[in-house]
């Protein structure tokens, strides 16, 4: 029971004792010792935040912008112009979201947040408070339809690809005819636009697209389509689903340039090694190349220190992440906080830095609540020589932050010392022998010991992650037979 | 056979002295760059254009600073990261606690800020541009109202907020003064809300859900020893940046 509370008192060890409105480094509304509270003209108590009305946390709402932000104090709101209500999770008819339809885009968010959008953008918005959740939100986004508009410009009949509501709008051209579904290029529309062979990306797709000869765009680059090889594709507007090697990310394709972000392809210019057969652009390959291995677009893996296995002093894990073809690293919590978990789906790989949770192991007395995997990451250690009895550890061992809590580090540490007494009998004829004990000493004690002291933290015979030794070496004193003194 | 020497020698000085005379008026230009632009045409500059050119590249500088210092120009509680202080936007220095916002209003003090670092710069620049109104023979007024930085949807606007009138003959009044610069902070501070909003709510954000939504953002978090952690975001094609730091359910060291 000793080594529970001992355990359970490091768990909660933070000096509360003022709450400072300011601290004296800048930061707002924390439980501090008083020397470090600013001066006035700001606060101080010797209570703890969550209790004090100067910083109890409310809802911050930016009426210019129509944002809100949880968990912010009175003070520091009133600062840049907010308005501040008592409502820490912004449950207030100001900050009620509702879906934004601007154009063929979605958002959802509040009400002034989306007229402010459409002042951005200059889009007509539609404020929708019937959709409740954001996927049904960014679902319900339609895209105007599109298609030709033809008008008379300098003598000549030319035209423009763009959407109806447009067309309709294009100022000067009273006579400009809208042609729903058709490409500018359509001989049916007799204008001066034709195919060409250029190709070109488009903001906000992922596509390689063929261009008429005025410089519209026309349907997905696909080289078995080009000019006259299929007049159909240069007339009407074909669904991504329509186009290409639909499905495939068709990164590095020469012929097709239905690209696809989710897939692991977006336009981009083509390079010297990798052209297309027409154009410039091609369906750049996104995937990444780390240590001799390939990964795909938007996966994630863990990889590992040294040591991280055994629980080495300095250890740890790192998460992966491959986007857009460069790995970046993500480092999960220092001194084993965190773990790196990964799973694989279809070959795809998705990696977390998940909590250690080894806060509460010495405080399970049973071996099913010790290694119930969703609640804690604990391991049961039967017979342990320090008590005599079962005990339940970390089963991935945290780090001590050794420069700073020594002190502390020490202690715990110590919960793994303890001490056997072997006894040796004399005969009556002067010969010796072993008795009470038979475990203490041995080299099964002596092991069972290590792994003790080891499951605690970075206690015990360990070298670092970089394979130094520490100053301790566990077999220098030992001895399967120890020499008796008389 | 002398004098058709003495006449190459003679020649040979004339190039090198208008060699001289263009390396010289080559100089000059790119010293009073803006004045002599002034003048040119005879027609009097457009103030938004002269000030465009004469602020541009520092009002660049300032963006770039306050962007990689988490929206503030000389941040109090910051995290110095490769020699970069990257103010804390969420904090809190216990253990197993979501953070206390500390700067909820992020696009307006980011405004201010940028303000702030350029507001010197563009004094100078309305001086300059008197005086070479003046050089040139107009009579100016300027007005100088509070300039205004506004972060849009891929670039940047700043306002002067300022009327000049100059006269030489006509009079020409000219109000909208405006500087703009292509930049995607609008974009990087929107996201970096975002984020501020699952720290304070989680604790922790997921980087990969903006980098499937926004197809040219990288979003980078760099855990610290203490729990602090630091977000880079980053638009792959202009490299525009902006980072910030946040501590929040941090988990302590051991036992």
């Known amino acids: ?486 | 056979m002398k004098e058709i020497e003495m006449k190459k020698k003679g020649q040979v000085t004339m190039f090198v002295i208008f060699a001289i005379i263009i390396v010289v008026f080559a100089v000059l230009i790119a010293y009073f760059y803006p004045q002599i632009r002034f003048t040119l045409g005879g027609q009097a500059v457009n103030p938004s254009s002269y000030l465009q050119s004469c602020i541009e590249e520092d009002l660049n500088l300032a963006i770039e600073k306050v962007a990689l210092q988490g929206g503030s120009l000389d941040p109090e509680h910051y995290l110095l990261y490769e020699n970069e202080k990257i103010a804390y936007l969420c904090y809190t220095n216990e253990y197993y606690k979501t953070c206390v916002m500390q700067q909820p209003l992020l696009k307006k003090h980011t405004e201010t800020e940028i303000s702030k670092a350029i507001s010197t710069r563009a004094d100078e620049c309305f001086s300059e541009l008197e005086k070479a109104y003046q050089r040139s023979g107009y009579e100016v007024n300027i007005v100088r109202g509070k300039s205004n930085i506004e972060l849009l949807p891929k670039r940047i606007n700043l306002d002067f907020n300022s009327t000049i009138t100059i006269q030489k003959g006509d009079s020409q009044r000219y109000t909208n003064i405006k500087v703009s610069v292509v930049n995607n902070l609008y974009e990087l501070v929107s996201i970096a809300t975002n984020i501020l909003g699952f720290e304070t709510s989680y604790g922790d954000s997921e980087t990969t859900i903006y980098m499937n939504y926004y197809r040219d953002l990288k979003v980078e978090k760099i855990k610290q020893s203490e729990g602090s952690k630091i977000y880079i975001l980053t638009d792959r094609n202009s490299k525009n940046k902006f980072q910030f730091a946040t501590r929040s359910l941090a988990w302590p060291p051991g036992i």
């Open chain 1, 1 to 486: 029971m000793g080594i529970i509370y001992f355990f359970m008192g490091f768990v909660s060890a933070v000096e509360t004792s003022y709450c400072c409105e300011k601290t004296t480094d800048g930061t707002w509304c924390q439980n501090a010792p008083e020397a470090q509270c600013a001066d006035t003209p700001f606060r101080k108590s010797p209570t703890s935040c969550e209790s004090i009305a100067y910083c109890k946390l409310g809802c911050c709402y930016d009426s210019q912008e129509g944002t809100c932000y949880e968990n912010t104090p009175e003070r520091v709101c009133g600062e840049d112009g907010g308005i501040w209500e008592g409502n820490a999770e912004c449950d207030i008819p100001a900050c009620t979201l509702g879906c934004c339809l601007m154009g063929d885009q979605a958002s959802f968010v509040t009400q002034t947040r989306c007229k402010k959008l459409a002042s951005v953008y200059g889009l007509e918005i539609n404020f929708r408070t019937d959709i409740g959740d954001e996927f049904t939100c960014i679902a319900s986004a339609t895209s105007d339809v599109k298609g030709a508009c033809v008008f008379e410009k300098e003598y000549s009949t030319t035209c423009l690809f763009t959407t109806k509501k447009e067309c309709a709008t294009m100022a000067g051209n009273s006579s400009a005819e809208f042609h729903e579904g058709y490409l500018c290029s359509a001989e049916e529309l007799g204008t001066v636009c034709g195919p060409t062979e250029k190709t070109t990306c488009v903001e906000g797709s992922d596509e390689v697209f063929f261009m008429d000869s005025c410089g519209n765009i026309a349907n997905i680059y696909d080289s078995s389509k080009i000019i006259d090889e299929d007049k159909n594709y240069w007339t009407k507007i074909y669904g991504k689903a329509e186009s290409c090697s639909y499905g495939n990310s068709n990164a590095n394709s020469e012929s097709c340039g239905n690209c696809d972000y989710y897939l692991g392809s977006i336009c981009k210019s083509a390079n010297v090694s990798q052209r297309p057969v027409y154009g410039n652009n091609i369906c750049a390959d996104l995937r990444c190349s780390f240590e001799g291995k390939t990964y795909q677009h938007g996966e994630t893996w863990c990889a590992n220190s040294k040591g991280i296995a055994q629980n080495l002093p300095g250890s740890k894990s790192f998460r992966m992440v491959c986007y857009n073809g460069e790995v970046s690293v993500e480092p999960c919590a220092e001194y084993r906080q965190e773990r790196c978990i990964q799973s694989e789906v279809n070959n795809f790989k998705s990696a977390a830095c998940r909590v250690n949770k080894w806060q509460d192991c010495a405080a399970q007395t049973e071996k099913e609540d010790c290694e119930n995997g969703d609640k804690r990451d604990c391991n049961w250690l039967a017979n342990t020589p320090t008590s005599g009895s079962d005990v339940c550890v970390p089963l991935y061992a945290p780090g001590f932050d050794l420069g700073t809590n020594s002190s502390e580090s020490n202690s715990i540490c110590t919960l793994a010392t303890t001490t056997c007494t072997i006894t040796w009998e004399k005969d009556i004829a002067g010969s010796k022998k072993r008795v009470g004990d038979f475990n203490c000493g041995t080299l099964a004690w002596n092991n069972s010991m290590k792994t003790m002291c080891n499951s605690l933290g970075d206690c015990g015979v360990k070298t670092n992650y970089l394979g130094v030794k520490g100053f301790n070496d566990w077999m220098v004193n030992y001895q399967e037979n120890p020499k008796i003194e008389e």
